[in-house]
């Protein structure tokens, strides 16, 4: 019989060991075999997110409106983890274990260390959300004391902040204290408890990891963007005309959004595991679309950026015209014919090759 504790320790982190790990018997049901397709599915979804991201991020840099911002470099740290969690962390931590196989397992000294480099980035990307509907709330509810949280110096905590919250929660399972994560016999890293079995524990060390890691920053997260967007519908109401109280909500629209998204990538393992468990365990496509959601939610992101969100439109859209400006080849202009010193057109500048390329790249 399969492990609870590790069928939700690994649906949550991404690890596949539970669905091909060895039961009791010592032997593996052949049908619990992960699709090739799936990996790669999984891949492009990251691969795509990924360039996604570095996308957003540059439109970030260059369009003045989203630099204007007062949570700009708190946005911009919120997409560059997300960059990532799709470029590092789920390759690393799902898709090459998988695509290897139990042949070419994970040394033991990857999986122990893991918590640290790889999963400490997921926790301080939900943190960093918060942090910036935090901020967020406090823009939109208390605008005169806003002003004490522009400074470089309250910006830099906040940035900090989720990384020592991240760290903190990545300390436990790395100094094996109630976690840890070991090689499973899939060859990939798997969370398991350090705890026995029949422990009389008030609180099992996966519940903290699950509240701290996940839950409680989501919820702060949630109610912050749901007092936002009510706040700033009513300030619309009586500033019709006001661009900051619309981009305000815009922006705060589009990162609820993303919130409500990643709600539904994240909470349906947990859920399933509570009340689903014998379909849950007895079907692999279930497991397989569950962690795909978790594994690949962030990959789906910049969807919602460049949908919902007209100042990132208008960013890459800018973005996207001054890479293709100086792609383009320089064109030659012929050189205008003299004439005498007393006709009209000698009088007009001559226009260069540079000049016109200028041009063209303002317009």
Request: aromatic share 10%; charged share 15%.
């Amino acid at each position: 019989m399969l492990n609870l504790s590790d069928y939700y320790l690994s649906s949550k982190n991404g690890t596949f060991s539970s669905i091909l790990s060895d039961n009791n018997n010592g032997t593996r049901p052949a049908d619990q075999v992960i699709p090739f397709y799936w990996t790669i599915l999984l891949l492009l979804v990251n691969v795509c997110g990924a360039i996604g991201s570095a996308i957003l991020l540059l439109a970030i840099a260059i369009h003045k409106p989203l630099r204007r911002s007062s949570s700009c470099a708190l946005l911009a740290h919120c997409i560059a983890l997300d960059l990532y969690a799709t470029a590092i962390a789920v390759p690393v931590s799902v898709i090459v274990p998988t695509l290897l196989g139990p042949a070419h397992p994970l040394p033991n000294p990857f999986c122990k260390y893991s918590p640290l480099f790889v999963y400490a980035a997921i926790f301080a990307a939900t943190w960093a959300s918060t942090i910036l509907a935090l901020n967020r709330l406090v823009a939109a509810i208390l605008p005169r004391q806003f002003a004490h949280f522009r400074g470089p110096r309250a910006k830099a905590s906040m940035l900090i902040i989720p990384w020592i919250a991240a760290a903190i929660i990545a300390l436990f399972p790395t100094a094996e204290l109630g976690l840890k994560m070991v090689r499973g016999a899939s060859g990939a890293c798997t969370w398991t408890t350090t705890t026995a079995s029949n422990s009389t524990t008030a609180v099992s060390p996966i519940t903290v990891n699950a509240v701290f890691g996940t839950y409680l920053p989501l919820t702060v997260t949630g109610m912050c963007y749901t007092l936002v967007l009510v706040k700033t519908a009513l300030d619309l109401r009586r500033r019709r005309g006001s661009r900051v109280l619309q981009r305000r909500l815009e922006l705060s629209r589009t990162l609820f959004l993303s919130l409500v998204w990643e709600c539904l990538a994240l909470l349906p393992s947990p859920i399933a595991l509570a009340f689903f468990q014998k379909a849950y365990f007895e079907n692999l496509t279930f497991q397989l679309v569950l962690r795909f959601l978790y594994n690949g939610f962030r990959g789906v992101n910049p969807l919602f950026f460049w949908t919902s969100s007209r100042l990132f439109q208008a960013g890459t859209k800018e973005l996207l015209t001054e890479v293709c400006g100086k792609c383009r080849p320089k064109t030659q202009v012929a050189p205008m014919p003299r004439h005498s010193v007393g006709s009209t057109s000698a009088r007009v500048p001559a226009v260069s090759a540079d000049s016109t390329v200028s041009a063209e790249g303002r317009n």
